[in-house]
Nanobody, 126 residues
């Protein structure tokens, strides 16, 4: 199970920190990723982290503003977002790739490898 939190409505230029708590499966040596989907648009991979090696992966277009991190003891992966823009508005989802492949396409996590998903948390930037 994955449970996201931290979504909110903010002004452009603001910051948010999203959290994803994992339970019910082995946490270590997975790949945990963040994705988002805006209304009328396809899902977009944002960032991922290998929970064993701690190595992060970022979509090239977002890496300057978004930072992924983890607290393995709390089985939690966070996404810190800064200088938010209206185009960052969308539902943000956490996913788990239990094989730990961390497959990326142009740096962004590839959605097809992710087996478990949270319910999402809404981010609105105005």
């Amino acid at each position: 199970q994955l449970v996201e939190s931290g979504g909110d409505s903010v002004q452009a230029g603001g910051s948010l920190r999203l959290s994803c708590v994992a339970s019910g499966f082995k946490y270590v040596n997975n790949c945990m990723g963040w994705f988002r989907q805006a209304p009328g648009k396809e899902s977009e991979g944002i960032a991922a982290i290998h929970t064993g090696a701690g190595r992060p992966f970022y979509a090239e277009s977002l890496k300057d503003r978004f930072t992924i991190s983890q607290d393995a003891n709390k089985r939690t992966v966070c996404l810190a977002m800064s200088n938010l823009k209206p185009e960052d508005t969308g539902m943000y989802f956490c996913g788990a790739d239990k094989l730990g492949l961390c497959t990326v396409i142009d740096g962004a996590p590839a959605k097809d490898d992710y087996e478990f998903w949270g319910q999402g948390t809404q981010v609105t930037v105005s």
